[in-house]
């Protein structure tokens, strides 16, 4: 890492104020558009991410405002300063990223570390590299370990939960039937005959959802075309039981649906039950 490519950026800061008015009009007013533009960049920015992942927290706007005035009120002719300011920002992204994968940072370590380092004149960049490299796999592999373990206990726990949820609707409506593969289901209307085949093309009305209530997909009553055979199992075997004018309630099971991955960008847990409200407006019979 080159030391002169940290502080590139803010050599021309060190530069004496000896401004002229037109000069300090001119500074005002472009200060004026860069926090209009930076601002309105990250307001863009909170509302595309509320969009993908609304469960994220939102930014806390004044934390925000505080990191920058620790940057922007900071002594711009110090140029030791300014490259740790700079070097604190780069390293900031590999602890959160530790953080992200499940690995704890220490700064503390970092700081006493990056001193000793630098006073030792001997030390190799390219040495600490492979180093920093061998540790940095090692995590990835422990990391991915936690991960792995996480998502099973939380897809045991869906399982379980699902089980429950099935188990209590069964108990509260005699309608329910259970296939050999798993599928709860209530059929409301089974429709013309024939039935749904998995070559055929549908059109259809649904509504799908959590066993908590979150609905992550719906038509909205527009009907949408598709092919019987390119959903997941459990959908696909609902769907075979109804013809043309057919209803019918889910209850599909995680290994049925989504698995121990599941969908998480939509709510889905892993080994998550799902339920499916159905209704098959028309039939387009394969040739």
Not at 32 to 59: C, D, I
Not at 174 to 184: D, F, H, K, R, W
Not at 240 to 249: D, R, V, Y
């Amino acid at each position: 890492m080159c030391l002169s490519a940290l502080v590139m950026g803010a050599t021309s800061c060190s530069k004496k104020n000896n401004y002229s008015e037109e000069a300090k009009l001119a500074g005002d007013s472009l200060s004026m558009a860069l926090g209009n533009f930076m601002g309105a960049r990250v307001s863009e920015s909170v509302k595309q991410q509320a969009l993908v992942n609304p469960e994220q927290p939102a930014l806390d706007m004044s934390k925000v405002v505080r990191g920058m005035e620790t940057v922007l009120y900071s002594d711009t002719t110090d140029q030791s300063y300014l490259t740790g300011i700079n070097i604190g920002m780069q390293l900031m992204q590999q602890v959160m990223q530790m953080k992200n994968n499940g690995i704890p940072a220490d700064p503390e370590l970092i700081i006493r570390y990056f001193k000793k380092t630098v006073e030792n004149d001997s030390v190799s960049a390219q040495d600490m590299m492979i180093e920093y490299q061998k540790y940095s796999r090692k995590a990835q592999e422990i990391a991915e370990q936690e991960a792995q373990k996480a998502l099973a206990a939380q897809g045991e726990a869906n399982g379980k939960a699902g089980q429950a949820f099935v188990d209590s609707v069964k108990a509260a409506n005699p309608a329910v039937m259970v296939s050999e593969s798993g599928l709860a289901y209530v059929i409301e209307n089974p429709g013309e005959e024939p039935k749904v085949t998995r070559e055929d093309r549908i059109k259809l009305n649904y509504k799908g959802m959590t066993i908590d209530g979150n609905v992550f997909d719906e038509t909205k009553g527009v009907p949408r075309e598709m092919s019987a055979g390119n959903f997941i199992s459990g959908f696909t075997e609902g769907l075979l039981m109804l013809g043309k004018g057919g209803k019918a309630t889910l209850y599909i099971p995680g290994e049925l649906a989504y698995g121990e991955k599941g969908v998480p960008r939509i709510g889905i847990g892993p080994n998550s039950t799902l339920i499916f409200e159905v209704e098959v407006v028309d039939v387009i019979p394969a040739e």
